[in-house]
């Protein structure tokens, strides 16, 4: 009904990241071009940290998109694996390889020696473990491991670790300082500018065929872009929900009393935003575990 009622070809703001729709923000340009020049100066292990709902797993989907064709990758978004075993089982099953019937070691023989035929046949694996936080430090320790593994023609395995603030917590742990050494390039997505986020908003309705400057309208754009504080995920939401209200009125237009009540549906207070997009859902205040300050650490 929202989409014909707008005009447009398909539905704006899809549910789930999708590579197609992906708004070049600068943060995002800035820690795509910060993990991929790490990839192709064969650093073994790379970090992307951000608060929930900044667009961490979208951004790992596009990093494989811009691979060279060929390119050996695993993409893990389920992190919460009961021991090692179910690990490697799901690498070995994310790579296309036999993984029932054997044991731990078994698993990781055969992962290893996948690993290192294929680098020999071309280039390194690049395996993407998204929520990160979640792997407990036995896991993080078996992906050290594979991240050691190498010739010399360089890494056969680089590892992105993907995840929230919690994943920093885990790796300052003592017990996994030779991992922590081994972070080369660490990146940081950060919520959008307020003109950034209302972009974002255009940018997915263009995409979706339709004309964006006739669908929102400026006072719009900014209640939605401040009360959703720059997080990709709650603009996407709210932008739906907008066209919703919208569409529910009979009305061509999203305009401020739309983007008013659609915020009030998701529990946002338009009017608690201050300039810099301060996050207004409930019980997401200003934690200052969600402050991350990184910089790029020796190997």
């Known amino acids: 009904?929202?989409?014909?009622?707008?005009?447009?070809?398909?539905?704006?703001?899809?549910?789930?990241?999708?590579?197609?729709?992906?708004?070049?923000?600068?943060?995002?340009?800035?820690?795509?071009?910060?993990?991929?020049?790490?990839?192709?100066?064969?650093?073994?292990?790379?970090?992307?940290?951000?608060?929930?709902?900044?667009?961490?797993?979208?951004?790992?989907?596009?990093?494989?998109?811009?691979?060279?064709?060929?390119?050996?990758?695993?993409?893990?978004?389920?992190?919460?694996?009961?021991?090692?075993?179910?690990?490697?089982?799901?690498?070995?099953?994310?790579?296309?390889?036999?993984?029932?019937?054997?044991?731990?070691?078994?698993?990781?023989?055969?992962?290893?020696?996948?690993l290192l035929k294929t680098f020999a046949m071309g280039g390194p694996t690049v395996i993407v473990v998204d929520e990160a936080q979640h792997l407990d430090t036995d896991l993080l320790e078996e992906l050290r491991l594979l991240g050691n593994l190498e010739s010399a023609a360089g890494k056969a395995v680089q590892v992105i670790l993907i995840g929230q603030p919690a994943l920093l917590d885990r790796l300052a742990l003592p017990c996994l300082a030779a991992l922590r050494?081994?972070?080369?390039?660490?990146?940081?997505?950060?919520?959008?500018?307020?003109?950034?986020?209302?972009?974002?908003?255009?940018?997915h309705v263009r995409i979706a065929g339709g004309r964006s400057e006739s669908i929102f309208t400026d006072e719009a754009l900014e209640l939605l872009s401040r009360a959703s504080a720059g997080i990709p995920r709650l603009l996407s939401q709210a932008g739906w929900q907008a066209l919703t209200v919208a569409a529910e009125a009979d009305a061509g237009q999203v305009d401020a009393e739309a983007a008013l009540e659609a915020l009030n549906r998701m529990g946002l207070d338009a009017e608690a935003a201050g300039p810099t997009g301060e996050v207004n859902r409930a019980g997401e205040g200003d934690d200052p575990s969600c402050r991350l300050f990184l910089s790029p650490q020796p190997a």
């Not at 600068?26 to 608060?51: F, K, M, Y």
């Not at 972070?183 to 940018?203: F, G, K, S, T, W």
């Open 181 to 203: 050494q081994r972070i080369a390039v660490r990146a940081l997505l950060e919520p959008l500018a307020v003109q950034e986020a209302a972009d974002y908003l255009l940018h």
């Open 1 to 114: 009904m929202i989409v014909s009622h707008f005009g447009l070809r398909q539905r704006p703001f899809p549910a789930t990241p999708d590579g197609a729709c992906y708004y070049p923000a600068t943060t995002h340009e800035r820690a795509l071009a910060r993990l991929g020049g790490g990839l192709a100066d064969g650093e073994g292990i790379l970090l992307l940290a951000g608060v929930p709902g900044t667009g961490k797993t979208l951004l790992g989907q596009v990093l494989l998109e811009r691979l060279a064709n060929g390119t050996s990758t695993a993409f893990l978004t389920n992190t919460h694996f009961a021991n090692r075993a179910a690990f490697f089982q799901a690498l070995l099953f994310d790579l296309g390889l036999p993984h029932e019937g054997r044991s731990e070691q078994e698993l990781r023989l055969a992962l290893t020696e996948h």
